[in-house]
């Protein structure tokens, strides 16, 4: 079943992150794992301890309060809160249950880990062609850092915000074998 308000949470802070049009890379991690951290560089610079949870506490809240327009307008700003922080040099981590863990965060490959080599990317277009592809054809260091993320840590997702308002989703594609690079900037217009 697909939980369209967590989906809609994500829709949300793509549009706030690509408005913001300095660019942002936001790594979506599983709640209550550190295997993420094994594919950043240490120190991390701006780790938020205890984790910044008002986007998750507001998630959390019943049905008819998420009706309410006083909800609703407290959800965008902590999601121009979150989205904002995307443009800090670096990526800004989340947990998939919305917990703020970082800021500013350094990708490196996982120790033992191959570096990315070709990931696959699609587009929203009618006729469009999946093709396979060197990372580095996809755009800057984000885009590399990206896909070797997630080619590192299976069950995350990168979203990534050029400057020049392209937008690229990358998630692990198990019918693939490799990092399916969804660009999207069409949806979020």
Request: include cysteine; hydrophobic fraction near 45%; aromatic fraction near 6%.
């Amino acid at each position: 079943m697909v939980d369209f308000e967590a989906v809609n949470v994500l829709v949300q802070l793509a549009v706030s992150m690509r408005a913001h049009g300095r660019g942002g890379l936001l790594l979506v991690v599983p709640a209550g794992s550190d295997a993420w951290q094994e594919s950043i560089v240490r120190p991390i610079p701006y780790a938020v301890v205890p984790p910044f949870t008002e986007l998750a506490a507001l998630n959390r809240e019943s049905p008819d309060v998420k009706r309410t327009r006083h909800w609703q307008e407290t959800v965008n700003r902590a999601v121009e809160a979150v989205a904002g922080l995307t443009a800090v040099d670096g990526a800004t981590v989340l947990a998939n249950q919305y917990e703020l863990l970082a800021f500013g965060a350094k990708i490196a490959r996982r120790k033992g880990s191959p570096q990315v080599e070709q990931v696959t990317v699609t587009e929203p277009i009618e006729g469009n062609v999946a093709a396979t592809v060197h990372p580095t054809q996809l755009g800057g260091t984000r885009h590399l850092s990206s896909a070797q993320f997630v080619h590192d840590q299976r069950d995350a997702v990168a979203l990534v915000a050029s400057q020049d308002g392209r937008f690229t989703v990358f998630a692990w594609s198990p019918c693939e074998e490799m990092v399916h690079a969804h660009r999207v900037e069409t949806l979020l217009l």
